[in-house]
């Protein structure tokens, strides 16, 4: 329910979980419908993955699925549910605008994705934007669920760092000092997790023997955003037709930490200079 205590711990800590957000029996189409998007069996399948049945990285046959929405009715339909859009309109006091959907598969064995910060990426100016991140799996941290880190909400986007590649299957990382700790995110299947996008969050490998870990994932901008990163147009009203919006601007200005009476503080004093 999205009442006043939600509100403010989504203030407070800059996420939360609405928990049953889409039943069962819709959760079970969708894994089942962006399954149709991957081998069935690793090793099968895809004839473009020929190559890349010859590694052992479970990333390769079950890589992430970017933008389905763009092309994918089922996935669209997702994007600009009625109850995503409830949410964060009262979360964030206003109607925010889709402009990205991603699948992840996360098999037994897979690494994760190095923490980091998504406004970094899409760059929704001015303000921020929003993450809805749904487990089509029950999710925890046996399988590599996503860790989110509290209060991280408030600070600046950070200056990146090269991320330990034999655990992220992405290449940027960014600084956490002492009393700034990611906690794990435990989900049920048909869960959505709500998370502003200054938020640090990622994930860690999925350790299990078996499980997957499937997510469905969308990105919003916030209400008054008028500019978004390149990469993220034709963005989207919730009603899925589409809003004149401009591009915003790469790389500036990056925040670092720096100590203020004995308390860590990100500052933007850094400049950004790797490709976002
Ligand atoms: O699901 C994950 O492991 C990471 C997802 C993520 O970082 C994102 O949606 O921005």
Not at 52 to 70: A, E, F, G, I, V
Not at 82 to 103: C, D, F, H, K
């Amino acid at each position: 329910m999205i009442d006043g205590q939600t509100i403010e711990q989504y203030q407070h800590d800059g996420y939360v979980v609405a928990h049953g957000l889409f039943s069962a029996e819709e959760t079970d189409a969708l894994r089942a419908h962006f399954m149709s998007f991957r081998p069935a069996e690793p090793g099968g399948g895809d004839s473009r993955n020929k190559n890349l049945q010859k590694t052992d990285d479970p990333l390769r046959l079950y890589s992430r699925l970017m933008m389905p929405h763009r092309s994918d009715d089922v996935a669209l339909r997702w994007l600009i549910d009625a109850r995503i859009n409830a949410w964060i309109s009262a979360l964030e006091g206003s109607e925010p605008y889709a402009v990205q959907t991603m699948v992840y598969y996360k098999p037994a064995g897979s690494r994760g994705q190095a923490l980091h910060q998504d406004q970094f990426y899409l760059r929704a100016q001015p303000g921020t934007c929003i993450a809805a991140w749904m487990a089509l799996d029950a999710c925890d941290e046996e399988n590599g669920c996503l860790q989110v880190v509290p209060g991280t909400h408030n600070i600046p986007v950070l200056c990146t760092k090269d991320a330990d590649l034999t655990l992220s299957f992405t290449g940027d990382t960014v600084d956490l000092p002492d009393g700034y700790t990611p906690v794990p995110v435990i989900m049920a299947a048909g869960d959505v997790l709500f998370f502003n996008g200054q938020v640090v969050h990622g994930s860690f490998p999925n350790t299990s023997r078996d499980r997957f870990r499937r997510a469905l994932i969308g990105h919003y901008v916030v209400g008054q955003a008028q500019a978004v990163s390149e990469w993220y147009h034709p963005v989207l009203r919730m009603d899925g037709t589409t809003v004149d919006f401009g591009i915003s601007e790469r790389g500036g200005k990056c925040g670092v930490w720096v100590e203020r009476d004995g308390v860590p503080v990100a500052e933007a004093v850094g400049v950004e200079t790797r490709q976002q």
